[in-house]
């Protein structure tokens, strides 16, 4: 192990309250879950549960190891699956239990890991929205066997891509580690395009760079031109690349170190930007979270509701409002062809309907009552808190 890579874990383990030793890097954070579900034995015949309203590269691991993913619908409170729909899809053939905090917020852990528990079924946590966040005052990840997290743009901390798992059940140590053994290194061309973007970010993004930089970035990366969040092979197909399963690289590290230095601040400012504007749209009758779920909720992005996204973007563009589309559909990005991952949409409606209204907000923005004035005078465009889970008449 090389000192950035020991270093990196160890201010890692700092913030999750856990040993380094229970970290480990990679080159994307979709890896950290392979690799965990490797571990425990994941194969033909046995089934999964995730939500379906994800991220493709979630039911991508499960696939490539030859099982079965099996979705769950979530609750248009929290867009997180609920206990009882958790319970209602275990079988005998369920060996694993994926738990995500959308958008940073936790909810239901301890009773969804307590009932697996009880079954003998494996849990991990989808962190790759919730770093630094906590449930119940304890740590996001540290409920589960095991939890993954992702550094990719726009995560709870950046390294331009990237990403890390935990483990929690030590029973698998040996396992993991002999599983990560095989891990290759990147090749010279993506470490170094890597690089390249990460300075380019730092120097050259901001609000009027935003959208036309987003733009490029979008085709160059789905051309493979530059390096992206995804290969056009895994949004496109069930297969799995053949330069999949890469370890974490120097520059990864380092910049995830300094990221880390400044993660408190991060997430203070999330935190009250998201107060802020929960309240706003609680007052307007809009969309917005319960009272009850906002201390476990980290804000990573706040989640809107339109009636028009195409012309609420292009509002957004035109006032200078960063604004990202999380989720495209119940299996994000893919929007066709959902059933060759193993998803009919018509079974999950609630997912299917949020996906055709929802985009969302930055927390980061160090002015919010820019972001707060722009929604103010745009409001008529949001959907009341009622019609959020009913499909939109534009998507109908």
Not at 168 to 176: E, F, G, V
Not at 312 to 330: C, M, N, R, T, V
Request: hydrophobic share 35%; proline share 3%.
């Amino acid at each position: 192990m090389t000192n950035d890579e020991l270093e990196y874990k160890q201010s890692i383990a700092s913030e999750l309250n856990v040993n380094a030793d229970q970290i480990d890097l990679f080159w994307k954070g979709r890896v950290g879950l392979y690799a965990l579900l490797k571990s425990f034995g994941i194969s033909a015949s046995d089934e999964v549960i995730i939500p379906a309203f994800t991220c493709v590269v979630v039911p991508n691991a499960v696939i490539y190891l030859g099982a079965k993913p099996v979705y769950v619908d979530v609750s248009t409170n929290s867009l997180n699956t609920t206990f009882e729909q958790v319970a209602a899809k275990v079988t005998e053939h369920t060996k694993c239990i994926v738990i995500q905090n959308t958008f940073g917020l936790s909810s239901e852990v301890e009773s969804i890991v307590n009932y697996a528990k009880e079954k003998g079924i494996l849990t991990i946590e989808d962190c790759t929205h919730g770093f630094g966040g906590t449930y119940n005052g304890r740590k996001n990840g540290t409920y589960c066997d095991a939890a993954f997290y992702s550094t990719q743009w726009n995560k709870p901390f950046s390294t331009g891509i990237g990403g890390f798992s935990l483990l929690n059940n030590l029973d698998y140590k040996s396992k993991l580690d002999n599983v990560c053994q095989v891990l290759k290194i990147p090749g010279a061309k993506e470490r170094n395009m890597l690089a390249v973007l990460i300075r380019v970010k730092k120097y050259l993004l901001n609000d009027f760079t935003y959208w036309s930089a987003l733009k490029i970035y979008r085709k160059l990366s789905k051309s493979g031109a530059v390096v992206g969040s995804s290969q056009d092979i895994e949004i496109s197909t069930t297969d799995q690349p053949e330069d999949y399963f890469l370890k974490s690289t120097k520059v990864q590290n380092k910049v995830g170190l300094k990221e880390l230095k400044r993660i408190n601040v991060v997430l203070k400012l999330r935190k009250q930007n998201g107060i802020a504007l929960n309240k706003f749209f609680k007052e307007n009758g809009l969309w917005h979270y319960q009272e009850r779920d906002i201390h476990n909720h980290s804000f990573l992005k706040y989640p809107i509701f339109v009636k028009d996204k195409n012309q609420f973007q292009l509002k957004a563009e035109k006032a200078k409002i960063k604004l990202g589309d999380w989720f495209l559909s119940p299996i994000h990005p893919v929007t066709e062809n959902l059933e060759d991952w193993g998803l009919k949409t018509n079974e999950y409606p609630i997912a299917q309907s949020l996906s055709g209204a929802i985009l969302n907000l930055t927390t980061e923005d160090k002015d919010i009552n820019k972001v707060l004035r722009f929604i103010e005078k745009n409001k008529k465009d949001f959907m009341a808190q009622k019609d959020v889970g009913n499909l939109p008449p534009h998507m109908k």
